[in-house]
């Protein structure tokens, strides 16, 4: 049998070690300069000045939702009990963070192409509801477009428009309409998780659409302490108006993402390349249902996902083949701290029993996905 060909695996930059060994031996390991230097960097690369690092994208999630509670300009600030219409197809990560936050999930069906469907979420939209939490399953993009047409509709029936937190876990190095996710004027978030495209050891980002919400992010991230300003003993703070949390990144973690931030878009074309031979290779293949492809949208092929008939037959015959596939992430409605949110989502239900991934990352050589493809065409 033929070796394994993991799912996922973690890439590493042969300098991150030697960086980051310098950051231990220098006595701060703490928030500093390395995490300003990659802030910088992913300032550049996202075309937004307004980006903040903390250490995961639940953070990040979680403190996208706090921010919100606060009213300013037209935005009247989240209450306990309002609505987040989300998506059950992700990570969990992304969702606890809106029960944590003392607030409700509306369930939006999706489409057959994994991501959110964006005709039920308008019919979903009522005067409670204060954000749409999206997800870009498989780095592939929802119609932000569309989106944005369902925000002016909100604005015109209730007299504001519903927040959009963009989760990015999977995305990083992904495009709408030429233009990077984290650049439409949206909340994002980002992973830089340990299997991601970009990984940080662990890690995220907060990608903010204005001054204001970064300014308080930026305390908020850390207690609520200004680090910048405080002229007082700074382990003896000056005053906190505004309680915050203790999700920021370290120098340490900073200090792999600079590394590995250097060598991620030879990453990110092997996914891409590897994605774009999938959908050339299975097209017609018995059994198999490729998603659909819109010339708007440039995925970065985290995952490369489709659906397959009879899935369990399919996953043994992968095993036997030395291919590791998987569902990767189970729908989040199913678990008893969501049932009072249970709803009926149709084509969620006609699609998950069928959803696989395989194989697509930096580490798939041709010859591997070659032979991939070569075992999924003689059928299971």
């Excluded at 309409?177 to 949206?186: E, I, V």
């Excluded at 994002?188 to 990984?199: E, Y």
């Amino acid at each position: 049998m033929k070796i394994p060909i993991p799912l996922f695996k973690v890439y590493m930059s042969p300098s991150a070690k030697q960086e980051a060994g310098k950051v231990l031996d220098s006595g701060y390991i703490g928030q500093g300069q390395k995490v300003e230097e990659f802030e910088k960097l992913l300032k550049e690369r996202f075309k937004n000045d307004y980006v903040l690092t903390t250490n995961s994208a639940t953070s990040a999630e979680h403190l996208a939702l706090h921010l919100l509670k606060k009213p300013y300009g037209n935005w009247p600030g989240i209450q306990d009990g309002d609505e987040v219409l989300a998506t059950p197809l992700t990570c969990t990560a992304s969702n606890w963070p809106i029960l944590a936050n003392n607030l409700k999930i509306k369930w939006v069906d999706i489409n057959e192409n994994l991501t959110m469907d964006l005709d039920d979420l308008a019919r979903k939209i009522t005067p409670k509801t204060k954000a749409i939490m999206l997800v870009h399953w498989g780095g592939y993009p929802v119609d932000l477009d569309r989106v944005r047409e369902i925000q002016n509709q909100a604005y015109q029936n209730f007299g504001f428009k519903p927040a959009v937190i963009e989760d990015c876990a999977h995305a990083f190095g992904s495009t709408f309409k030429g233009q990077p996710l984290g650049s439409h004027g949206n909340i994002c978030t980002f992973s830089f998780q340990a299997i991601k495209h970009l990984t940080c050891v662990d890690g995220g980002a907060l990608v903010l659409p204005h001054e204001e919400l970064y300014n308080r992010g930026k305390l908020l991230r850390w207690y609520g302490i200004n680090r910048e300003t405080n002229k007082k003993d700074f382990r003896c703070e000056a005053d906190i108006p505004e309680w915050g949390f203790k999700f920021h990144m370290n120098d340490v973690n900073a200090s792999v993402g600079i590394e590995n931030l250097k060598e991620v878009d030879k990453v990110l074309e092997t996914h891409k390349d590897n994605g774009r031979y999938y959908d050339e290779a299975l097209k017609g293949v018995s059994g198999v249902t490729l998603l659909e492809r819109d010339a708007r949208m440039d995925s970065a092929f985290w995952i490369y996902s489709f659906l397959v008939e009879r899935r369990q037959d399919f996953m043994d015959y992968m095993k036997t083949c030395g291919i590791m596939v998987s569902q990767v992430h189970e729908r989040n409605d199913i678990h008893s701290c969501v049932r009072e949110f249970k709803t009926i989502l149709p084509t969620l239900d006609k699609v998950c029993p069928h959803l696989i991934s395989i194989p697509v990352g930096w580490w798939v050589t041709k010859e591997d996905r070659e032979y991939i493809a070569e075992c999924i065409k003689k059928g299971w």
